[in-house]
Nanobody, 115 residues
């Protein structure tokens, strides 16, 4: 079955950087659009960034210029490079894969931005 496993979360100071990874298995990775979402305590899950299998990307306004999504189809992995992190970026970050009527989610990885 499809599995998405996130890693790379942790505690970082404001202004710091983290790189999240999401390793996919049980699927033809290159056929899926991939995305990163996040959910802060007491808030709804929100889109952070998406990357279609064409390479086209889309970012939330709040992360444009700071975050970069990328994918390595040979490694079945999608990444989220996060720079200039702010306390308001604190959330659980989720990996998402979708196409047609299929939609899969990882278990999430915690990112905490605090001094």
């Amino acid at each position: 079955q499809v599995q998405l496993v996130e890693s790379g979360g942790g505690l970082v100071q404001p202004g710091g950087s983290l790189r999240l990874s999401c390793a996919a298995s049980g699927m033809i990775f290159r056929a899926y659009a991939m995305g990163w979402y996040r959910q802060a305590p007491g808030k709804q899950r929100e889109l952070v960034a998406t990357m279609y299998n064409s390479g086209i990307t889309n970012y939330a306004d709040s992360v444009k210029g700071r975050f970069t999504i990328s994918r390595d189809n040979a490694k079945n992995t999608v990444y989220l490079q996060m720079n200039s992190l702010k306390p308001e970026d604190t959330a659980v970050y989720y990996c998402n894969a979708w196409r047609s009527h299929e939609d899969y989610w990882g278990q999430g990885t915690q990112v905490t931005v605090s001094s």
